[in-house]
């Protein structure tokens, strides 16, 4: 019985629930109009919190949209930053030697005590520091060397390359003179001094002008130069040089030919200018002695002709790792440096070369052997010269050098150097053979 009331109480329960979703009964009763009822969906009010919350929003995409411009704004200017300081080059090298002389005197006293006599010695021998601005067509170049004796300006220079032929370029400022070993950095010569002629000729490499260099494709390149008319590489002047013969001039040709595994570079070059005479004596080359009978009469202001010409060579041959061979030659009349004090004008007849050949042994050494002969003084025997400055000298040069190190060239050198002697002011050879171990770090 209790299971039958249970069934019908949820039969009563389940019928009310379904009259209950169908809602009110749509069929009129009879005799009454029968009218149509439309639904209509309610509409959501607007409130002032939600336009509050819009208002807001649209003020955070405005802000975050001047965030983002702004931080576009910056990445291109970083980018133009980036790009100007991709065209600043900075390189430089250092090197430190030990030298030890066989010299009775010893080596160049500065910076010691001059009443010292020191064969041996540790030597910041070049501190070089470049930095280079390259805009392209144009471009900016300074370079100092930093030693233990000062500071000294080498390289302040500017380039510029013309557009339209694509062969000419102009150089303004210091800068290296037109000549091989000149322009044969030190940072990768294999000698560690340039030959005697070349800083006879050209001490301090460097001058002071103007260059224009014509380079058409594949066929030749010539320099023309002009520079102050000092004798140091400095920037003084003796009077009356400088407003009688203000300039010199210096020009140079070179080919380059590619013959397979040999490659060969020559070229020629001559520098030609005057000074003007301070003196009323002028000792020629073929003169032995400084006496007034021996001299030459000119008159103060006459132009003393300082002229001289060079051929040079360098061969390339790739065998065994690699090989070159590098001579040039040079021969002319040179001048003395006119002093404050008007003397003799001492004008002489010169000659000089060397000649250097260079192995690769492996990828981490290196030999080289070199020949240097100058002659201050070659239209005279040697026997009737009278001054030890005027002998003619001879260098053989032998070395190694090592690169197992990144950066790094470490060097052993060795210079026998023969003076030529004669019996009334030089009977014997002077021990000036000089031992160089040298650490050269390149950047």
Known sequence: MKN???????????????????????????????????VKLPVK???????????????KVEEMKSQLEGL???????????????????????????????SMNGLSVDPYDAKDFVKSRFRVRRSRIKIMYDGGSTSMVVQGD??????????AYLDFAEQSLKMFSFRFGVFNRPNYE????????????????????????????????????DLFKLQLAAFNNTFAGTFSQNNPNFSSEPLYFM????????LGDVGIDFGVHGRFGSVRANSARLLESDVATNGAADTTSIKVGDAVS???????????????????LLAEYITG??????????????????????????????????????????????KISSDVINSTSELAINTIGLGLHNYSFPNVRLTLWYDNVTTKTNDRILKEDPKDNLLTFGAQYKF
């Open 72 to 102: 576009d704004e910056a990445i291109k200017e970083l980018q133009t930053d980036r790009d100007a300081l991709k065209k600043i080059k900075v390189s430089g090298y250092l090197q430190i030697n030990f030298e030890k002389s066989e």
């Open 45 to 59: 009010a607007s409130t002032p919190a939600l336009d509050a919350t819009d208002e807001e929003l649209k003020k």
């Open 306 to 324: 300082r002229n001289w010409f060079g051929a040079e060579v360098q061969l390339y041959y790739d065998f065994l790792g690699g090989m070159k």
């Open 182 to 217: 000149v322009e044969y950095s030190s940072s990768q010569r294999e000698s560690p001094e340039r030959s005697r002629v070349i800083g006879a000729l050209y001490p301090g490499e460097r001058d002071l002008g103007v260059m224009v260099t014509m380079a058409p494709e």
């Open 333 to 378: 009349s040179d001048v003395n440096v006119l002093s404050a004090t008007p003397g003799a004008i001492r004008k002489r007849d010169f000659n000089g070369y060397y000649a250097m050949l260079v192995k690769s042994l492996g990828d981490e050494f290196q030999f080289a052997v070199k020949y240097d002969s100058y002659n201050p003084n070659s």
């Open 146 to 155: 930093y030693s233990n004796s000062g500071f000294s300006l080498k390289d």
């Open 251 to 258: 020009a140079r040709v070179t080919k380059a030919l590619n």
């Open 4 to 38: 039958i009331a249970t069934v019908l109480a949820l039969s009563v329960l389940l019928a009310a629930g379904a009259r209950a979703q169908q809602g009110p009964n749509t069929e009129s009763d009879p005799g009454k109009d029968q009218k149509t009822t439309d």
